[in-house]
């Protein structure tokens, strides 16, 4: 990924106004799935490691699928293809920002056993 990444440096540097945008489109994403999965989880009385499969589940969205697609595309279409590329590393540093977030916040390992007799949580 980096090695694609790296390759693509100059069109990186021509496309960076646009990036700048789409960054915070995806931070937006990978918030709002963490946290949209960590209630679709709770809402199904997933255990744990189900709640937390949903999150990474919505946390992704394939870009890697893709990538190849859109780097065997012409000149023409540089700038998607830094899109792609960039949102592809955006989806790996935020699976490893999820790996650090979703079990101490977003669901710690207790959090399918919070529920009271009555069985409300």
Known sequence: MFLIAASQVDEVRDALPVLAQV???????LVAAALLGAAT??????PTSGR??????LGTRNSFVVLPLVL????????????????SLFELF???A??????????PENAANTQDSAGNE
């Open 98 to 107: 999820y790996l650090w977030i979703v079990p101490r916040y977003l669901v």
């Open 52 to 57: 937390r499969t949903v999150i990474f589940s």
């Open 23 to 29: 960054a915070g489109v995806y931070v937006a994403y």
């Open 41 to 46: 989880g709770r809402a199904a009385r997933l």
């Open 94 to 96: 935020g699976m490893v």
């Open 72 to 87: 065997a595309l012409g000149p023409e279409w540089n700038v998607a293809a830094v899109v792609i590329v960039f949102q």
